[in-house]
């Protein structure tokens, strides 16, 4: 017998018995229905702020790379990361803050902290909402946990209790930066198509390459403002390296300051299986040439529509069910930041809570959503049996977003206010039959099935599917 094989029977076991202690607490609060709040007014103002959140390079201390293999210690510094935060407003009082960062990403946990440090500043007036995208580089210091030096395949903690603090006050920082820097503009959306921009090695029919951008011009003819979407993973750097770096949205930003003066924030889509283009073999000159790539389509967006100045979100937080036996034993082990409640119908007998974020910018529909979502559980089209991994149909996946909220287009931030892992459809999921979420293992068609070893469980789609279909009345009315 495989040693991981009487490891994986005592995860279970644990992770069970942790279930069932759990339960004997009661059962979960109820969540309450939230009602979607808008914000109007005479017309956009924005603002615009970024910094560092470099570690500590003379601390001596050992720094953890996150995003691929657990135990990689940082050994320099590529380029800098940053945080950038825009406050958006209507013209009046009320208004949203928007981060996002070159981070692999937060727990919910930590996504709350930040948001009581900024709705606390006596500097910000009349926050409504606060956000927090990810960049989701792989080449960024763990913010996560589970990056840490590994014993039997189980990492530990990875996070340093100094940085993520410098990361949180940099929060607040970029936060009361960008509200003091608002000024009047006008904000249009606009998106192209970017042909091999992507790349995967999973059977996805439809990668959909699209790039979008919401583009605010102030009306005093400063430095344009860019919000960017695009749905690839910054890993082409790959599992080798060691050096700190914000991998292509790094080069992307810089060549568009360049081109443009343009100041860019940016944030992933739903990029489940999905990397960036392969452009070259040399890593480095990869992510360089994919920064350019990504940098030269935003610039050639021709198409825009301007944006009413009228904001309505809604943000709904919901019970996850916990599957993952692993992740959950990291939870235990205070590898990451997690509170359980008792769950009927997860694997461990646990849920964590979470959020979804259906916001209207104009007539821009955004969904912010928790975790990596394949590219179809969003927009479509699924495989069928003949050729999903499991052999089974698309009728067993609950229906993509875009057609839950009848929409034709969504622009989705992924990794956005929680990493929860993978979303991947209930016909493409597959388990390794004796080491469920510690290895991967491969289909019928000899693909290999890793991102599943990092998702809460089969039934994350549906629990998402479900809240958005639930959201979708109140939103429109």
Not at 198 to 225: Q, V
Request: net charge negative.
């Amino acid at each position: 017998m495989d040693p991981l094989d009487i490891v994986m029977k005592g995860i279970i076991g644990i992770t069970k018995s942790y279930g069932k202690r759990v339960a004997k607490k009661g059962s979960a609060p109820e969540i309450k229905k939230v009602s979607p709040v808008e914000i109007k007014g005479d017309g956009f103002r924005l603002g615009f702020s970024t910094d560092e959140i470099m570690p500590d390079l003379s601390s001596g201390k050992t720094y953890w790379i996150a995003g691929h293999g657990s135990g990689h210690k940082m050994e320099g510094v590529l380029t800098p990361v940053y945080i950038s935060a825009v406050w958006i407003d209507c013209g009046g009082d009320e208004g949203i803050i928007w981060l996002t960062a070159d981070i692999i990403g937060l727990t919910r946990i930590e996504i709350n902290k930040v948001r009581s440090m900024i709705l606390a500043s006596d500097k910000i007036k009349g926050c409504k909402a606060v956000n927090f995208s990810v960049t989701h580089s792989h080449s960024g210091i763990d913010t996560l946990g589970y990056w840490g030096k590994p014993f039997l395949s189980i990492p530990s903690d990875g996070k340093d209790p100094e940085y993520m603090n410098m990361l949180f006050k940099k929060a607040v920082k970029v936060a009361e930066e960008a509200y003091l820097n608002r000024k009047p503009g006008k904000l249009y959306s606009g998106k192209i198509n970017v042909p091999g921009g992507l790349f995967t090695k999973r059977g996805i029919a439809d990668k959909h390459e699209i790039l979008y951008r919401l583009r605010f011009s102030p009306a005093d003819n400063s430095a344009e403002t860019w919000l960017i979407n695009f749905g690839a993973h910054p890993n082409s750097l790959g599992g080798g390296n060691r050096m700190l770096s914000g991998e292509y949205p790094y080069f992307m930003r810089e060549h568009i300051k360049e081109d443009c003066g343009a100041d860019v924030h940016f944030g992933i889509g739903a990029i489940g299986g999905m990397d960036g283009a392969e452009l070259d073999p040399d890593p480095l000159t990869c992510v360089k040439k994919q920064g350019k790539m990504y940098a030269d389509a935003a610039e050639k967006i021709s198409e825009e529509t301007e944006l009413e100045p009228v904001i309505k979100y809604l943000t709904q937080p919901f019970y996850y069910p916990v599957d993952n036996y692993v992740l959950t034993l990291l939870a235990l082990k205070h590898t990451m930041s997690f509170k359980a409640y008792p769950c009927k119908t997860s694997y461990t007998g646990i849920a964590m809570e979470s959020e979804v974020t259906l916001m209207k910018i104009g007539g821009q529909n955004i969904a912010f959503l928790p975790g990596e979502s394949f590219v179809n559980t969003v927009y479509g089209p699924y495989l069928p049996k003949e050729s999903s991994s499991t052999g089974l149909g698309e009728e067993i996946n609950p229906e993509p977003l875009c057609k839950i909220l009848g929409l034709s287009d969504l622009i989705v931030y992924g990794n956005t206010n929680d990493m929860t892992g993978y979303v991947v459809p209930p016909n493409d999921f597959i388990l390794n039959k004796t080491q469920p979420f510690l290895n991967g293992t491969r289909d019928r068609f000899d693909l290999n099935h890793y991102h599943e070893t990092n998702s809460m469980g089969y039934g994350s789609q549906k629990v998402i599917a479900d809240t958005f279909a639930d959201i979708k009345s109140r939103f429109d009315s």
